[in-house]
Nanobody
Framework: VQLVESGGGCGQSGGSLRLSCAASGSFNSIHTMRWYRQAPGKEREMVATISGSNIQYSDSVRGRFTVSQDDFNNILYFQMDRLKPEDTAVYYC??????????????????WGPGTLVTVSS
C-alpha cells in the first residue's frame, strides 16, 4: 500500500486549501486514517483522525479544518479553512491497512505518505 498527498502549496491567512491523500495498492480494508503535520523545528503532531463515522481533531485545527474520505476511490481529504500562519507545516497522511499476504494471513500495516508542504503567509 502507498499513500501520496497532494494539494499543498501557498495560502494566505484566512484563506483555504484542500489536501488529498490517495491510497493505492492491494488491501482488504482501512482501519483508521490520520493527518499529521510537522512545523519547522517542532515535533510531528496528529491533527485529525477518521475511523468510519468517528472523527477527531486536535484543538489547534478544530472548527477550521475538516477531514473526509471517499471510500470508493480510497482518497482522504483535508479541507483547511481560515488558515493561519501557524498552520505552516509539512502535512502527512497516515493510514492503518489490513491486507492479506501470499500466505493468506491477514496482517495490519501502518503506512505514511511522503508529505506535502503548506505555507501560510500573513
Amino acid at each position: 500500500v502507498q499513500l501520496v498527498e497532494s494539494g499543498g502549496g501557498c495560502g494566505q491567512s484566512g484563506g483555504s486549501l484542500r489536501l488529498s491523500c490517495a491510497a493505492s495498492g492491494s488491501f482488504n480494508s482501512i482501519h483508521t486514517m490520520r493527518w499529521y503535520r510537522q512545523a519547522p523545528g517542532k515535533e510531528r503532531e496528529m491533527v485529525a483522525t477518521i475511523s468510519g463515522s468517528n472523527i477527531q481533531y486536535s484543538d489547534s485545527v478544530r472548527g477550521r479544518f475538516t477531514v473526509s474520505q471517499d471510500d470508493f476511490n480510497n482518497i482522504l481529504y483535508f479541507q483547511m479553512d481560515r488558515l493561519k500562519p501557524e498552520d505552516t507545516a509539512v502535512y502527512y497522511c497516515n493510514g492503518g491497512f489490513y491486507y492479506r499476504g501470499d500466505d493468506q494471513v491477514t496482517r495490519y500495516s501502518e503506512v505514511w505518505g511522503p508529505g506535502t508542504l503548506v505555507t501560510v503567509s500573513s
